[in-house]
């Protein structure tokens, strides 16, 4: 059974995927690809110029990593940890792993030995694969010293391993497959774990928090219902936070694969403002920090700008301010408001590309004073609230009715309820399976199967 098979595992209800049957995260990449075919999947810069790797590319690679692992013995339920950068070999291996049955542990780029070592051993992975010299630098050493991780697989190069791991190179694990991958992706089940996330919350020893592909999948289903309203289609995503991160994970990997989006990889933080004009993308996910961080820059711009120039762009701010309130506009500013739009708004929203339907912002609280600038400038930004335990969105502004000072109602598919100490508890598919390994911890925190956040609302 090949990859083309195990997408009939996935559903799709008059061109939309049909999340409510959909059984795995595999089988659900498999069906849109197999309809994207020969269409631009994941982007990324090579030689200064974006290139792209189409979906039946991706999914040809998929398939080949996942008859790999198996051939180098990873069993279905195995942990197989992923640390990595940004990169299209991220989403490979990530849909690799699970497809062949394992489960995905990743890990971030800017881990020490001792939290690779903590993450490795916890979880009890057979192997781990990662990408660059550098980061094999501190991963190996981790390595070495976990007992029940056996192979290590580097994305670029081979280099030295100690006696007690096998070292293979991501190419040649590649040619071990055969493409045929489809038996373990069609024995997948909706409540399998997909996978464990670590995550410190509050403080203390990051516990691994177990996600099922119905978690994910379920979480995806409400941001497509949140979104609808903006007309989906060919849609453009530009990823820049860490893959390895529950909210990019879900929010930035497998919504935009469930709507057949095209996905593109920021070169990093500091070029990321080149990296919006050069993609235009459609929707972003982000922090605080990037509206902080744009909202000084523009208001260092307008303060070095005198006369005309700098009134028009005050006038925009207020007069969009006055409108979100819901106050009447006076008859001056209801005849120049169109020139606004003009000369103001549409150059701001030129800083983000230009083509943005909507920018969703999770991760920390938005300052409310720099989420309404950014309304009053035209650009649609939605403040959402979640957690890793939740896979991760709880609640989110719709695109019509936007309140920037508060998180919004919950997404689809999700209830909330306020406990009588004012603790946030959450319930619906979304709900993680428990932490790995810590049960104690896991009662805790599940409670008759509503999730204890922790958050006070």
Known sequence: MGWEQASAVAGIL?????????????????????????RPFLWAKRDQKYR?????????????LAQGLAALGI?????????????????????????AGAVTVPA???????????????????????????????????????????????????GEAPANLDLRVWDDVLALGDGESGARVAALTPDDTACIIY?????????????????????????YRLLQMLGLGDEKFLSFLPLSHSYEHTAGLFFPISIGAEIYFAEGAETL???????????????????????QRIRLAIARERGLKRRLFEQAVVIGRKRMAGQKLSLGQRLIDPALEKLVRNKVRGRFGGHLKAMISGGAPLNPEI???FLALGVRLLQGYGQTEAAPVVCCNPPGHIRIDTVGPAIDGVRI????????????????????????ASARTLVDGWLHTGDIG
């Not at 061109?15 to 994207?36: I, K, T, W």
């Not at 690779?116 to 630098?137: E, Y």
């Not at 020893?205 to 979480?219: A, D, E, F, T, W």
Request: aromatic share 6%.
């Open 273 to 295: 403002a080149t990296n919006l004009v050069e993609v235009r993308p459609t929707i972003m996910t982000a922090v605080p920090r990037l509206y902080e961080t744009m909202h």
């Open 14 to 38: 008059g061109g939309e995927m049909d999340y409510a049957n959909c059984r795995s995260l595999p089988a659900m990449f498999f069906e849109v690809a197999r309809r994207q075919d020969a």
């Open 417 to 440: 309820r306020i406990a009588d100490d004012g603790e946030i508890l959450v319930a619906g598919d979304n709900v993680m399976k428990g932490y790995w390994n810590d049960p104690e």
């Open 52 to 64: 792209s790797l189409s979906w039946a590319e991706a999914a040809d690679g998929v398939s080949r």
């Open 199 to 223: 995550t410190s919350g509050t403080g203390g020893v990051p516990k691994g928090v177990m996600l099922s592909h119905r978690n994910i999948i379920g979480n995806c289903r409400g941001a």
């Open 371 to 373: 989420g309404s600038f």
């Open 108 to 158: 971030y780029v800017t881990n020490t030995v001792g939290d690779h070592r903590h993450i490795l051993g916890n979880s009890g992975a057979r192997a781990v694969i990662v990408s660059t010299a550098a980061l094999a630098g501190r991963v190996i050493p981790a390595a070495a010293q976990v007992p029940s991780v056996r192979t290590v697989i580097a994305m670029e190069g081979g």
């Open 75 to 99: 069993e279905p339920g195995d942990r197989v940890a992923l640390v990595a950068e940004n990169r299209p070999e991220w989403v490979v291996a990530d849909l690799a792993i699970m497809s």
